[in-house]
């Protein structure tokens, strides 16, 4: 008895092939393809299926993930921002009938919250909020021990939460949300405009022009001291941590776990995060809800998979 | 059988018998006497309770509203902005102590949301989100048919959600709350601080003194035309637009209903709530969300306990 896992992504599409204990017995990534059409990568995401298949013994179920919003309800990706030509791509439905198993669809960010739920930082916990801050910020919210996709099927963006009302213009039309100032591409457009306007920092000296900085750069100079870098992040710490609050008093989890490229400069962005919610937040909120780095690796969106489909088998 | 339901304020204690098909049988308001003590409010909530108590017939369950925030797990009252001393009364367990049957326990703005949904404006909806905007801003999620209160008890704050980083201070202590900038006082704030700063309007001949200005002036003001309460409500509107955006990516939900004093104001509060609503999230979010104002009148709290108990029964 099997289930079959697969993340789709822009460059690589990633499959296994797990026991209903959680354990991944084999595993592949092929090239998605993703220049050459909506066609061509449905049929490597067959293929890379097709790779894990089981010699012997049924596969109960087929769990997806895509990356951009995903229709829960009617398990269609709504737009990739990676894959050209994908828009309103019933892929859970075209997935089941090429297979003939039940199949599950769900946004990688969410998969990645259900994963740490289920194997990483959040067992045991039944409602928490995760958050994924890299180029963009994704996240899923648990609530009672299920993934929640809202009452239409498009809900858990926390990414697109309004936290700045004048902000920057956002990837999804709207102004100051989330993602438009405290992503690792807000982190970086900060820092060169800085540079651009004839800051003083480390950064100078780590990049030929300030085109080239990314949030990793700025990441090592703040580490180093540089009192800009440190300000952009404080920056960005303090802007999740205000959605900390709005989600706090909305969903009142009992655990944030915060994951993706970005957290990995740890206190950098935790410590103005932490501070915010104490500041910001009654104590009855802030104290009883810790604020925790993913436990989970790369798998974490293929164990997320896995989760949906063990909680929805 | 019969369920009694008390909705109690920070004047008037009110209750009502009801058939379990809603109909109010019978119904008392006696005064709070807020101001003799916890104790004696305790008091006249058990006589409350014993007017309507039916002379034949059980009583199934006991439905109680507290103004102010409940932990819904405990069934505690925290506080009460307008009773004094009143602080994590475990007026649940109190009652059903007295009574010896089932009771419930929920904040007013929430049972509205449930009354709304279940009586209401939300009949037929299994997703909803309902604001009260007066005084302050309360709230109440509805999520598949059921009042969401939080992983902890202490969810559906959104009045609380923080829509301005640099805004106010607000009650809770945070700053920049909707309630802080969105509610009556925060109008009536407003538009005291333009007189005093000069600002020419209305409202200088229809109050003696800039500090006599409440909401329902700045309403009336703006319904005959004056420019600067106009644009005090548009700018509270557009602020409850942020909020509902937030919330459409976070719950996806399939209504909003707005309800309290201030949204008497019509259009003056919709028009920019929804304006800012298609300018600033996808058209997939607005497009399937209408905003609706509030159907039920004063007996919005006890009929929301009357549906807190159907639903918990």
């Not at 084999?26 to 097709?50: K, S």
Request: proline share 6%.
């Amino acid at each position: 008895m099997y289930i079959l896992v697969v993340d789709l992504g822009g460059t690589q599409i990633r499959a296994a092939r797990c026991t209903p204990d959680g354990q991944m017995e084999e595993r592949v990534a092929i090239p998605t393809l993703a220049a050459q059409g909506p066609e061509v990568v449905l049929d490597r995401i067959r293929q890379a299926i097709r790779m894990v298949w089981p010699q012997e013994g049924p596969v109960t179920a087929l769990a997806l993930s895509a990356p951009g919003p995903v229709d829960a309800h009617r398990g269609v990706v709504r737009f990739t921002p990676n894959i050209p030509g994908w828009k309103d791509v019933p892929l859970r439905d075209l997935m089941a009938e090429s297979f003939g198993v039940p199949t599950f669809l769900a946004n990688d960010a969410n998969l990645a919250a259900l994963g740490e739920f289920r194997f990483g930082a959040g067992q045991g916990v039944r409602d928490l909020i995760y958050l994924t801050i890299s180029t963009g910020i994704g996240g899923g919210i648990i609530i009672d021990g299920r993934l929640y996709e809202g009452g239409q099927g498009l809900g858990g963006e926390v990414g697109h939460m309004v936290v700045e009302p004048n902000g920057p213009l956002c990837g999804c039309g709207g102004y100051g949300c989330l993602e438009a100032v405290a992503s690792g591409t807000a982190i970086a457009r900060e820092a060169r405009a800085a540079l651009e306007r004839g800051a003083s920092s480390l950064l100078t000296g780590m990049v030929s022009s300030p085109g080239e900085v990314t949030a990793r750069e700025v990441a090592e100079a703040a580490a180093r001291g540089d009192d800009l870098s440190r300000r952009i992040f404080a920056r960005a710490g303090t802007y999740i941590g205000l959605a900390l609050v709005s989600l706090m008093y909305l969903f009142n989890p009992a655990l944030f776990i915060i994951g993706g490229s970005v957290a990995n400069a740890g206190d950098l962005l935790f410590d103005p995060m932490r501070q915010t919610m104490r500041e910001r937040s009654q104590r009855v909120y802030w104290e009883n809800t810790p604020v925790v780095p993913a436990a989970l690796g790369d798998d974490v969106v293929l164990l997320g998979a896995l989760a949906l489909a063990l909680e929805r088998v």
